[in-house]
């Protein structure tokens, strides 16, 4: 059953900002790869601070991904982006049906 899911990914800011954009190319991969569907384009946010120190760091690099995947689809891409080093913190959430709905996302069964 497909699903949509957003995916928020903070990359390091000591990393080139060329470099941390690639990342989103990565992830736009690895979901099309999983047989899921980006909805739109990947929100880059740019670099922004941290509201409290993370591994040390205080600042990264944002961007928002909206898709439409499998349940369980997108489990390599988080296992993937749970071993780089580049990335400082990553969140796939499932959009509840009447979200996914008002995005446009809404996928019938």
Known sequence: MMRAYELMVIVDG???EPKA???TKTCVDAIT???GSIHGKPDWWGKRAFAYPINKKE???YFVI???ADGGA???L???LRLADDIVRHKV???PEAEAERRGMAVSA
């Open 14 to 16: 000591d990393v080139d």
């Open 78 to 80: 988080e296992r993937q």
């Open 93 to 95: 959430i499932r959009l």
């Open 21 to 23: 954009q690639s990342y």
């Open 74 to 76: 997108l489990d390599e």
């Open 66 to 68: 909206e898709c439409v």
């Open 33 to 35: 790869a999983a047989g």
């Open 59 to 61: 600042a990264g690099f």
